[in-house]
Structure formats: C-alpha cells, structure tokens
C-alpha cells in the first residue's frame, strides 16, 4: 500500500522548488484543460506541486476538486514516472469540466510526459558528450 501513498516526500513545498520548476522546465505537456511542466530532480522520487490560481478557477470547492483529481492521478502513476518535479496548471474553463473527463485528460498527460523524458533520454544517450 505504500507504493501508492501521497507522502510529505513526492510533494513541491518551498517557492524556491516551484521557482526551479517554472525556471527550468524540460519537459511541457498541454492537454485541452492542463499544463504539465516538469524537469529532472535530484531527488529520491518524483515530486508533484500543483498551482490553481483565483483568476482560472474562482470557487474554493472547485479549485479543490482539481487539486485533488490531481493528486489522485499523480499518485496513482507515480511507479511509471521517472524522477521529475513536475506543476499541474489548470487552464481556464476546467470548472465546468466532468470528473471523468478530468481523470483522462490527466492520464493523457502522464503518458505523454513520459514519452517525452524516454525521448529526451534518448537523444541524451545516442549523443556524445565532448
């Protein structure tokens, strides 16, 4: 059951692990109502932050039920996920977007995030370093 929990240890905390995230993003992946943006870490396991502003979502129930489709999502396909830190950004309209909709969209992404960090590991690898 461990596997999948949600723990202090796969959470973005500080501003400065955002700032590092937002300043250095490999990797962007955008789905109809998300942004991902992720870099590589350090880091023992993959971390998620989350960021859902008042002027995308106005209503607090509304913009934790993202947060929380998010995390979910997040925690159910952390195995799959290379060591990343990523944010989850909403985009405008997502309120009146169904759950199950949701839920697909972010399966969308982590699929497409990891195709991307197997493509840049490639690329990464089949170029020589000088």
């Known amino acids: 059951m461990s596997l999948y929990s949600f723990s202090p240890a796969v959470r973005l905390?500080?501003?400065?692990?955002?700032?590092s995230v937002f300043d250095g993003a490999l990797f962007k992946v955008h789905q109809p109502h998300f942004l991902f943006?992720?870099?590589?870490?350090?880091?023992?396991n993959s971390r998620l932050g989350i960021v859902v502003a008042k002027k995308k979502v106005r209503r607090a129930h509304?913009?934790?039920?993202?947060?929380?489709?998010?995390?979910?999502?997040?925690?159910?396909?952390?195995?799959?996920?290379?060591?990343?830190?990523?944010?989850?950004?909403?985009?405008?309209?997502?309120?009146?977007?169904?759950?199950?909709?949701?839920?697909?969209?972010?399966?969308?992404a982590w699929q497409k995030l990891q195709r991307l960090v197997k493509k840049h590991h490639k690329i990464a690898i089949s170029s020589p370093q000088n």
């Open 62 to 108: 509304e913009r934790n039920r993202i947060k929380r489709l998010a995390r979910e999502s997040f925690r159910l396909n952390q195995q799959h996920i290379d060591l990343l830190d990523i944010v989850v950004m909403p985009k405008m309209g997502i309120e009146a977007i169904p759950n199950a909709e949701l839920h697909q969209q972010l399966q969308f």
């Open 13 to 19: 905390h500080c501003a400065a692990d955002y700032k």
């Open 37 to 44: 943006l992720a870099k590589v870490t350090e880091q023992p």
